[in-house]
């Protein structure tokens, strides 16, 4: 298996960081993996914005709902969805931007950002850096905005922090792959058995890791998933002009 599938095959969210800067090579390097990303229609409607800055990582960190691991570790990248970068090239064209206020616009942004957020995990990992995707960028999306300064037409879609490991992870396991891979057609038959022979996996992971609080995966999703766990986004995505009623 070459390199990069290893990679790949390898890995793990971090969540403890040591103090140690990530070079300005590094950082670079990474953040130019995230622009080589592609991108629907070639809009290139994501930018990143880059915290280094303690005290923002630490007021993120709060925002996020108290996630330590954003203020510890010494980057932080905002993903964010930038119609406004497109509205000035459709304006140019002497058009009227419209995207931006369809289902259409914020599926393609969740894509596009999805990609670049891989392609900067990937090249950090390779780096032998730590990650962690943070989607807890959106529980107080407004206060994100005014901290990071973003203006209409934007909205911060994911967060990821970057570092030098402290304490390493063991892989967490997954349902079994024939839940995941269909072949020439979608079969669920499956799924009950491979949910349940899942919890159990899972609550032997928790237990390998001498975690007392650990839920099963029904049990975890049956309390995140029952609600609107970011109920913000759509409100705060609305005043940003970003709607999705067409
Ligand atoms: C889009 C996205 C958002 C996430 N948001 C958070 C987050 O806010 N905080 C966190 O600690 N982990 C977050 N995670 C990490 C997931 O919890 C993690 O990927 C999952 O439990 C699987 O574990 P693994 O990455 O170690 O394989 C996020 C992951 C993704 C892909």
Redesign the pocket.
């Known amino acids: 298996m070459n390199e990069t599938i290893k990679l790949q095959h390898n ?5 403890s960081y040591k103090a140690d800067p990530v070079s300005d090579e590094m950082l670079n390097a990474i953040i130019e993996a995230g622009h080589r990303a592609p991108s629907s229609m070639n809009a290139q409607e994501i930018s990143v914005v880059v915290v280094r800055d303690a005290e923002r990582k630490t007021k993120i960190a709060e925002l ?2 108290g ?1 330590a ?1 954003i203020a510890q570790a010494p980057v932080f990248i905002a993903i964010v969805a930038d119609y406004n970068k497109t509205d000035i090239g459709v304006r140019k064209a002497g058009q009227t931007q419209v995207i931006h206020e369809s289902m259409e616009g914020l599926i393609v942004a969740g894509i596009d950002a ?1 990609l670049v ?1 891989a392609n900067m995990m990937v090249a950090a990992h390779s780096l032998g850096l730590g990650i ?6 959106r ?1 107080s999306p407004q206060a994100i905005v005014d901290l990071l300064g973003l203006p209409q037409l934007t909205f911060p879609l ?2 990821l922090c970057i570092g030098h490991i402290e304490k390493d ?1 063991p ?2 396991p ?1 349902m079994d792959v024939n839940t995941f891979r269909h072949d020439e057609r979608y079969d669920a038959s499956h799924y009950q058995e491979a949910i349940d022979n899942y919890d159990a996996t899972i609550m032997e992971y928790w237990k390998q890791l001498g975690r007392t609080d650990g839920l099963s995966w029904s049990q975890n999703l049956g309390n995140n998933l029952k609600q609107v766990y970011y109920p913000q986004v759509k409100p705060v995505a609305a005043m940003q002009g970003l709607l999705n009623d067409k």
């Open positions: 890995h793990r969210s971090i969540r996020a709902g996630q691991w999805g957020l962690v995707p943070i989607g807890g960028l529980r994911v967060g992870a892989l967490k997954r």
